[in-house]
């Protein structure tokens, strides 16, 4: 009995060891025992917040992307660090409006709480549905938001009262905008072929493998990657695939709507408050006062607020008869509706299309064979999958399976065959000669495998390979150089007072020119190379297949009477002073860190983020 008791006590003290160990778990995992994750001065930063700030932050990205962002993804891109660091600065700043004693009253709380949009209703007017839904939705009370609705207040007008009045110096716009906007005048000539004393004649041997040799950038072929493929796409099987006719009625029934469409039409709609306000606009319309647009604008919307997309006359209710009698362009009503009187303007008709079964049968049995046999290779992946892992070769894929053999000399710009897809660029990318072959699934519903059998250096190819290349870039570089020369003997006799005309050349004599202009059949360097001339100067200017004759006739300033060289002035202002004035405001955000002291707790960092994996 003695030994059965002592093991018992021994379980009983394990068991509260455990206990014990699993309760300090409660330190990290976010059960309650946290609350904050650091503070600045007297301001905590809370777990709540930072939690908000880092799902913020990862939502605001992908709106911007068009595509979800793995938590893992989102830290490689540094985004938790990007909310931490905002919420920072919001919360020195809190803890500054706390110091000076800035506030904002009930009455201004409520003021902002309801200009909210996302707290309006259809009416305008503050939704208290939308408004707890919201909360809801992030977790929180009405007193913990509007609590860091005042603060957020308080923050704004304290940002406000340091970015306000920062305007950068003059002379920094002025220089800017003399080098813009500073124009010239000059007259220039090309000269071409047929200004040549003899013309150009064949290379010889000789001179091609000399530029062939001595111009290697030219014709050099970049590293290649040396790809070995199995590939099966839709398009290889399809033709494999039957359809019976009893499926293609069926579908050309499940169909109707797409092969026999009435006459729909593209509709606006505006809608009024009332009958009376309704016929002043449709008058105001029929008088020419005011365009369409003109009473969309009145109401505070944009066109795409009034479209109502392509209709059918049981869409618009009252106004379907009249709408769909109307001419294109054409503005009707006004007519009832469930939102009041609303006038209809009618801006396309789409005719009735009636597709009968043996025209639509192709076009079926090509969708539905493409279907299947995409749903085939799918079929296919398995045993695909199988044999990979199993150590199948690329070509015993291709024996063994319908997946054909392809080799590929692969660069970043290689197109065609698999090589277009996304995913088998991304792949040929990224493998190397120790990689083992692996499925990889293609856009069009096909699947691909791939080896690299070797690194091809970069390489200029022999003269033969490129013989027409090497005769064209000579025959460039020859004219060039032939036609600067006849160029530089005429350089001389062009002054500012000379015609350049009198030397047979046709000129060409262009007006306050700036650097953002661009002369037609000019290489893209060719203003920036007259720009950098002397007034009074004359240059001569290597061209593609020719050269020009340059003459810099005047410098002018910028002319301050052009709209858009004051817009340019305004524009780099604004641009350099709300500039400045952020490098201002984080000087002072850094500021009242050092003041108020920053202390974080990285344990409580990672608590929070590990619940985000």
Not at 49 to 59: G, H, K, L, N, P
Not at 351 to 359: L, Q, V
């Amino acid at each position: 009995m003695a030994r059965g008791t002592t093991s018992k006590t021994l379980v009983w003290i394990l068991m509260g060891l455990l206990i014990l160990g699993l309760g300090g778990f409660g330190v990290t995992n976010l059960s309650g025992n946290i609350r904050t994750i650091g503070s600045v001065g007297g301001e905590d930063i809370t777990v709540d917040a930072f939690t908000r700030a880092v799902q913020d932050e990862i939502r605001a990205r992908e709106a911007e992307s068009g595509a979800p962002i793995p938590f893992s993804r989102a830290r490689e891109m540094g985004l938790d660090q990007i909310a931490l660091a905002r919420l920072i600065a919001s919360t020195a700043l809190d803890n500054e409006t706390a110091e000076l004693g800035l506030s904002v009253g009930d009455s201004n709380l409520r003021d902002q709480l309801l200009q909210i949009e996302g707290f309006q209703g259809i009416d305008g007017n503050f939704d208290r549905d939308g408004y707890r839904f919201y909360l809801d939705r992030t977790g929180q009370s009405e007193t913990e938001f509007e609590e860091g609705l005042r603060k957020e207040i308080a923050r704004g007008f304290l940002q406000s009262a340091v970015l306000s009045g920062v305007t950068a110096m003059p002379a920094y716009a002025d220089t800017v905008v003399a080098h813009l906007a500073e124009r010239r005048n000059f007259s220039w000539a090309r000269l071409s072929e047929a200004e040549l004393d003899t013309p150009l004649s064949e290379p010889t041997e000789d001179e091609l493998s000399s530029f062939h040799s001595e111009n290697p950038e030219q014709f050099e072929l970049p590293e290649m990657k040396r790809i070995t493929y199995a590939w099966l796409s839709p398009d290889m099987i399809v033709d494999q695939v039957e359809i019976d006719e009893a499926t293609l009625r069926e579908q050309y029934e499940d169909r109707a709507d797409e092969f026999n469409r009435p006459e729909r039409r593209l509709v606006e709609r505006i809608v009024f408050s009332d009958e009376s306000t309704a016929e002043s606009a449709k008058i105001a319309l029929e008088n020419e006062e005011k365009s369409f647009e003109d009473l969309v604008a009145e109401r505070g919307l944009e066109l795409s607020d009034v479209d109502m997309g392509d209709v059918l006359p049981s869409d618009l209710g009252e106004a379907g008869p009249a709408a769909f009698n109307a001419e294109p362009g054409t503005t009707v009503g006004p007519f009832p509706t469930d939102l009041g009187p609303a006038l209809f303007r009618v801006n396309a008709v789409l005719p009735a299309s009636n597709m009968p079964f043996e025209e639509a049968a192709e076009l079926i049995r090509d969708d539905l064979a493409m279907g299947r046999a995409r749903r085939q290779v799918e079929d296919r992946m398995d045993q695909v999958d199988d044999l990979l892992a199993a150590g199948a070769s690329i070509e015993e894929l291709a024996d063994e399976t319908e997946m054909r053999l392809f080799t590929l000399d692969w660069t970043p710009d290689s197109s065609g065959n698999a090589a277009g897809f996304e995913a088998f660029q991304e792949a040929a990318e990224a493998i190397s000669e120790d990689d083992f072959p692996q499925l990889i699934s293609l856009d069009d519903g096909g699947i691909a495998a791939m080896r690299l059998d070797e690194i091809v250096p970069p390489r200029l190819p022999p003269l033969d390979e490129v013989r027409d290349d090497v005769i064209a870039a000579w025959e460039e570089a020859e004219l060039t150089r032939r036609l600067t020369d006849k160029a530089e003997t005429l350089l001389d006799q062009i002054t500012p007072e000379s015609d350049m005309a009198a030397l047979g050349l046709i000129v060409t004599e262009e007006a306050e020119i700036t650097r953002g202009d661009f002369i037609p059949g000019m290489p893209q360097d060719f203003l920036t190379r007259v720009f950098d001339m002397e007034e009074g100067e004359a240059r001569v200017i290597e061209l593609p297949a020719g050269a020009a004759l340059v003459r810099l006739d005047a410098i002018l300033p910028p002319d301050e009477n052009d709209n858009d060289v004051r817009r340019l002035r305004d524009a780099i202002t604004e641009q350099v002073s709300a500039s400045q004035a952020q490098d201002l405001f984080q000087y002072y955000i850094n500021d009242i860190q050092a003041r108020a002291g920053l202390e974080l707790d990285q344990a409580a960092i990672d608590a929070v983020l590990s619940n985000f994996q």
